[in-house]
């Protein structure tokens, strides 16, 4: 990936990061398929669905033999938790399995929009911070929880941009702005993003990073999408760093207007 030589790293907990684009392993047409949109993406951080993904294919592999842990460093997810408890043991067994403190924490409160619920999810990240993980909480786009969070010991917090799956893009700007303005700890863009322009959107916003999966593995070619998303997180970082120009609602000629040829008056 990219690394522009004027801006930090993402540090999380004591992970530290040049790429800003988190990338799932869920929904793509193939593994390898998958594989190949990772190396595209220039990801240096997959997302694993320790619940709901299917490890077994049929060649006798799993899931974790297309991921290479010399190349990735590997964040497993509670996704399907709808209970601090089941969130809490999934984590635990993750840590165990993989050999990680990192843990992307999701506990959701509705089936249908798979919107988190917030109270389940301060719960399970308490128990989580005190057992000594790296917690990076999947949460809706509250400043309130998210500080809440913060003030908990979480690494990060993963505000969503839209509901998981949806392509819809940063419905709620204002929000993840406030909520980046307030953090004192990497803001990570979790939900939403469908197509390059979102990416660029919501990090000229501010925020440290994007996670995505569906935009990329359910595009019709999700190895040439992932090269799109790669380069548009790192223009949309390049442009927050270089601050854009002012908004005017009128005409500002960029050329000077002294020493115009003016046409002499008729008569």
């Known amino acids: 990936m990219e690394t522009l030589t004027h801006d930090a790293p993402l540090v999380l907990g004591k992970h530290t990061f040049t790429s800003r684009l988190l990338v799932g392993t869920g929904k793509y047409p193939s ?32 899931l974790l033999d297309y991921l290479d842990r010399s190349r990735y460093t590997l964040l497993p997810n509670t996704a399907g938790c709808t209970t601090a408890k089941e969130a809490v043991l999934t984590a635990r067994l993750a840590r165990e399995a993989l050999e990680t403190d990192l843990i992307k924490l999701e506990v959701i409160g509705d089936l249908q929009t798979l919107y988190p619920d917030t109270s389940e999810t301060l719960v399970a990240a308490r128990e989580l911070v005190a057992d000594g993980f790296t917690v990076l909480p999947y949460i809706g786009d509250d400043p309130i929880a998210c500080a809440q969070l913060e003030a908990i010991g979480c690494a990060a917090v993963m505000p969503l941009a839209a509901p998981i799956g949806s392509g819809l893009g940063i419905c709620n700007p204002y929000s993840i702005a406030i909520i980046k303005e307030r953090a004192n700890i990497p803001v990570i863009v979790d939900a939403g993003v469908g197509t390059a322009s979102d990416a660029a959107i919501a990090m000229e916003l501010g925020v440290d990073a994007l996670l995505m999966n569906t935009g990329i593995a ?35 000629a960029s050329s000077p207007l002294h020493g115009l040829i003016h046409s002499r008056p008729k008569g």
């Open 31 to 62: 593994l390898d398929v998958m594989q190949r949109a990772h190396v595209a993406s220039g990801t240096e951080i997959i997302t694993v669905a320790i619940r709901r993904i299917e490890l077994n294919d049929s060649n006798g592999k799993t």
């Open 218 to 252: 359910a595009a019709q070619d999700p190895v040439a999408m992932a090269t799109a998303m790669r380069y548009a997180t790192y223009a949309g970082r390049l442009a927050y760093l270089a601050g854009r120009m002012e908004r005017r609602l009128y005409a500002n």
